[in-house]
């Protein structure tokens, strides 16, 4: 294993949707905003700084969405980093509904979405969203009228690519008799790989695929367990293995782990610097039975 400066170029380009590359170790902005990702951060000059950081680390694709705050994380990246790099991609997200701290109800009816893509438009102070996620399907609305209002807006210019958040193999498939999907975003880490039959079938397809809570390392990183005793036989940290580890198992996955402190991203992105060897890779990989 070897580790240089901190750095997210060493992760690799992905091109999304076929022709826009980003720096594949990417940031998630969810922890930016209050307990419950509900309300302002408590420190919110250091939340500007903490994206401005990630910027000059080397980080081009922000994960964000409407409902982190809500309409708190949008603003804060308006705030960081507008006018934006030319190299800068934000990936936002519409779909969820709030009503309060920790609270999420799905919430995809066609006129919904295009409202919020349109308030997602301003509050980021864009012309056109370069990756648009539905964050969850809604059970009470037709898959395809769903994903028909975001080709719609694809068609009107508002937004490049198309993603979806948290489905599956079949659902996927649904939508892509629908639009073109450049992305999906589903629950993955070390130790919860069960949305691994849908990070094959992305690869196979050349969809990205963006796990979000990437760095579950929680028991593994307890004295004792193999990811802290793999830790300390190589000197990284248990946050850079896991990053690491996902790097190396897919070309297409896009990491976005996600911090309010800017020495915790510091650490993240030298992940990207990380190479595991193939007998690291497969004792991380056997960490955890998933």
């Known amino acids: 294993m070897t580790v240089t400066s901190p750095s997210a170029a060493p992760s690799g380009t992905f091109p999304l949707g076929g022709n826009r590359p980003v720096v594949r170790l990417g940031f998630g902005t969810m922890q930016l905003t209050g307990p419950g990702v509900w309300g302002d951060p408590r420190d919110p000059d250091e939340a500007v700084r903490v994206l401005r950081r990630a910027v000059e680390l080397g980080v081009t694709f922000l994960d964000t969405a409407d409902s982190y705050g809500p309409v708190v994380a949008e ?47 301003r509050h980021l102070g864009l012309d056109h969203i370069d990756l648009f996620q539905l964050h969850r399907i809604d059970p009470k609305v037709p898959l395809a009228d769903q994903v028909g209002e975001l080709k ?33 975003q589903n629950l993955y880490n070390l130790a919860n790989r069960s949305s691994e039959a849908l990070l094959d079938h992305a690869e196979a397809a050349g969809i990205a695929f963006i796990p979000w809570f990437p760095l579950a390392t929680g028991e593994l990183a307890k004295p004792g367990g193999a990811l802290a005793d793999l830790a300390r036989e190589t000197g990284a940290t248990p946050s850079r293995l896991a990053l690491a580890w996902l790097l190396r ?15 915790h991203l510091e650490d993240n992105v030298a992940a990207a610097s990380v190479t595991l060897s193939d007998a690291e890779f497969d004792a991380l990989t056997r960490a955890v039975q998933a």
């Open 152 to 184: 719609l807006l694809q068609e009107e210019g508002k937004i490049v690519h198309i993603g979806l958040s948290e489905v599956s193999v079949d659902q996927l498939e649904q939508a892509r008799a629908v639009a073109e999907i450049a992305s999906v």
């Open 249 to 263: 198992r897919s070309p297409v996955m896009l990491p976005i782990p996600g911090t309010s402190s800017v020495a």
């Open 75 to 121: 603003p804060l990246i308006k705030k960081a980093l507008h006018p934006y790099a030319d190299d800068l991609v934000i990936a936002t997200k519409a779909g969820l509904s709030r009503s309060g701290p920790g609270d999420w109800r799905p919430l995809g009816r066609p006129e919904y979405l295009r409202q919020q893509a349109e308030m997602s438009l």
